[in-house]
């Protein structure tokens, strides 16, 4: 979770707007150019339009396995992932508290950051926002846009609240939201929170063990099953 309360809000960086700039370039491919740029635009925001909303089920889970709490609608924003934005990232969090309090956060309409899914030491799984939506989790727009975020119970200096079933929740997690976006399960795209540009973060910390998860992450990928490692 970090000490940034707010990490990806809404003011977290520049619009994607065509800017006069590239209108105004000349020549026949940039034409062709900006006519593909403003077509992407208007399938991004097709769903904005007033009347026009993708089908949504209150409660419904991207994970079978987790339970759904929502968040607040100031924490996350609407978007068609991933047909809007590519996701192409997983990010690490640890919540410096305890599974009550990130869920209470989450919640808070003026804590202005979530993640998609909270893991219980005990291994329990929390989906709080939908992976098609843009959580504020990273503290930077494009990295918010383009990953699902994961947060882990406990305090990043102590190195016993990152227990085998929450390891190995997670890595089951990791891996099935890598299979559904075809992210390749590697530390490019496996990241921390420390390791988003620009973030003041230092989330998972130090006793994270990546050799470990990354192990875990395929095997689950595998069918192995990432308790059995």
């Not at 034409?31 to 399938?43: C, D, F, N, Q």
């Not at 956060?105 to 098609?132: C, K, S, W």
């Not at 504020?136 to 016993?160: K, L, M, T």
């Amino acid at each position: 979770m970090g000490n940034n309360g707010n990490a990806g809000s809404p003011g977290e960086g520049p619009g994607h707007g065509i800017s006069r700039r590239t209108l105004l370039i000349g020549g026949g491919a940039v034409a062709a150019g900006t006519a593909a740029l403003a077509a992407e635009e208007v399938r991004r925001l097709w769903w904005r339009v007033p009347g026009v909303e993708k089908p949504r089920k209150d409660g419904e889970l991207d994970y079978a396995p987790a339970q759904w709490v929502a968040a607040s609608e100031a924490n996350w924003r609407r978007a068609d992932r991933p047909d809007d934005y590519g996701v192409d990232r997983v990010i690490v969090h640890v919540t410096q508290g305890s599974y009550a309090s990130a869920v209470k956060v989450f919640q808070d309409p003026a804590h202005q950051a979530a993640t998609h899914y909270i893991v219980g030491q005990n291994g329990r799984v929390t989906q709080m926002i939908r992976e098609l939506d843009v959580a504020y989790h990273a503290g930077n727009r494009s990295f918010n846009e383009r990953s699902v975020g994961i947060e882990h119970e406990g305090f990043v200096d102590r190195p016993q609240d990152f227990t085998a079933a929450m390891y190995a929740s997670s890595a089951e997690l990791t891996a099935a939201i890598c299979k559904r976006y075809d992210i390749p399960m590697d530390r490019e795209h496996i990241i921390g929170h420390v390791e988003v540009p620009g973030t003041d973060h230092t989330d998972p910390g130090p006793h994270w063990d990546w050799p470990r998860y990354m192990k875990l992450v395929r095997a689950a990928s595998t069918g192995g099953g990432a308790r059995a490692s």
